[in-house]
């Protein structure tokens, strides 16, 4: 069985900080590129951050560059996205998801439909 479940969420102060996590199994995840994708109440999903299937290859959305850090240990099979210097915008459910690697192009979209494999989510919320 097919599995992203990822942890670490919470509710922190603005200019806090949070370490989300991202554990697979049940398939290849090295040959995975994986994304973060978040979604707001009352908002569609908007993409966030991805990694290629090696981890050399990083991507981010303007509004959290600078600020977040994605990287991946595929001897533990899990995903990680390093959030720093939070702010209230950055309030949703986050979620890991899973693209078969076509080599060196990396999709990086926020629809679910274009994705393999999306878990269950973790609610990040930032607020004072």
């Known amino acids: 069985e097919v599995q992203l479940v990822e942890s670490g969420g919470g509710m922190v102060q603005p200019g806090g900080s949070l370490r989300l996590s991202c554990a697979a199994s049940?398939?290849?995840?090295?040959?995975?590129?994986m994304s973060w994708v978040r979604q707001a109440p009352g908002k569609g999903p908007e993409w966030v951050s991805a990694?290629?299937?090696?981890?050399?290859?990083?991507y981010y959305a303007d509004s959290v560059k600078g600020r977040f850090t994605i990287s991946r240990d595929n001897a533990k099979n899990t995903l990680y996205l390093q959030m720093n210097s939070l702010k209230p915008e950055d309030t949703a459910l986050y979620y890991c998801?899973?693209?078969?690697?076509?080599?060196?192009?990396?999709?990086?979209?926020?629809?679910?439909?274009?994705?393999?494999?999306w878990g269950q989510g973790t609610q990040v919320t930032v607020s004072s």
């Open positions: 049940g398939f290849t995840f090295s040959s995975y590129d």
């Open positions: 998801a899973s693209r078969r690697s076509v080599g060196a192009i990396v999709v990086v979209t926020s629809s679910r439909y274009e994705y393999d494999y």
């Open positions: 990694i290629n299937f090696g981890g050399s290859s990083t």
